[in-house]
């Protein structure tokens, strides 16, 4: 795993040329990058959305397609339309935004509930169904979504079915005073995404990616995690707990986590590190709670205060 940890760190450093003073960030996206996961980036504008989707988009050399979600966007607008070719007399499937390595959907929660499903089977299988056919979509295949938590009019709240797709949701924030000075000077002349070379290309990430599903996990690891998710379904402040789909995202991004710190396992630091981004934006909190300003994350955080920490075997070596 050296030489993931290797990789892993060359893509970061790369990607800060542009993102300033949010490592943090920028691992949890790489760390969604190597589980072939999703990730919802939720945030106030100017912060640097788009600019983190570009910026992994072009370390890791894969191609970027950006589909702007409005209120009049329709399915066909994301997965593509049949035109009549009149020289064949056959109907020409021309393909959407939605064909590419890394797509960035902005502003995902101003299209309408029908638009929003058109990324549903795209995102869950890597593939798109249109008019009968179904269409593979490349590999790598990453949807980076963004919206505005401030902002609800004209907005229409992700379903729990799209929610639950995506693999962890994450928060930029503003920059300390430090960094934005930084950001000024880096931009004075021109941008730094203009001059952002790849790190990598695609074969290096799908190996990349091959190598974290190998990861050890250890089965008290496992049963951690299931008590995890299991515990949020029942807490009293939740209505709808985080389903299977959540066990497999701590599951997998603890093996991520795992593998850029240069480890064969996964220990349960990696869990507690993890759960907070990739279970809060699966639960639904009771009316009653969130008249006590209570929230997904104050939910988990208790979760994972209540729950025993695996340790190791008596007798057993640590690895």
């Known amino acids: 795993m050296a ?51 570009k910026s992994f ?25 049949s035109v009549y070719n009149q020289k064949t007399q056959e109907f020409d499937f021309r393909p959407g935004p ?70 962890m949701s994450v928060r930029l924030g503003y920059p300390s005073v430090r960094d934005e000075i930084s950001i000024l000077e ?8 203009t001059t952002l070379e790849p790190v990598i290309d695609v074969t290096q990430l799908l190996e990349l990616q091959e190598q974290v599903r190998r ?27 985080a389903s299977p789909r959540g066990s497999l995202a701590l599951f997998k991004t603890g093996q991520a986590r795992a593998a850029i710190q240069g480890r064969d396992f996964v220990i349960p630091d990696d869990i507690k ?5 990739t279970l809060a934006h699966r639960l639904i909190i009771n009316p009653a709670a969130r008249i006590r300003n209570v929230g997904p994350r104050d939910v988990v955080k208790e979760v994972l205060n209540s729950q025993a920490v695996p340790g190791s075997r008596p007798g057993e070596r640590v690895r």
């Open 57 to 81: 988009a072009r370390s890791i050399g894969c191609t970027f397609r950006r589909i702007q979600f409005t209120p009049d966007l329709l399915p066909s607008d994301i997965t593509g339309v």
């Open 3 to 53: 030489d993931l940890r290797s990789v892993a760190q060359q893509v970061v450093a790369n990607v800060e040329k542009v993102i300033v003073g949010k490592r943090d960030v920028v691992e949890l996206t790489l760390i969604a990058l190597l589980c072939r996961g999703h990730t919802l980036i939720e945030d106030v504008p100017g912060v640097g959305k788009t600019m983190l989707a």
């Open 186 to 193: 880096s931009q004075q002349l021109q941008h730094p995404l």
């Open 273 to 277: 590190a993890l759960a907070e981004v």
């Open 215 to 241: 990861v050890y996990v250890d089965p008290l690891v496992k049963q951690y995690i299931v008590d995890i998710t299991t515990a949020t379904r029942s807490h009293q402040d939740v209505y709808l707990g």
């Open 98 to 167: 939605i064909v590419g390595q890394v797509v960035l959907a902005d502003e995902i929660n101003r299209a309408t509930p029908k638009t929003q499903s058109a990324l549903l089977e795209a995102m869950e299988e890597g593939q798109m169904t249109v008019e009968g056919t179904t269409f593979p979509l490349p590999l790598p295949f990453i949807v980076l979504a963004t919206q505005n938590p401030i902002e609800y009019e004209g907005t229409f709240p992700l379903p729990e079915a799209q929610l639950d797709r995506f693999i």
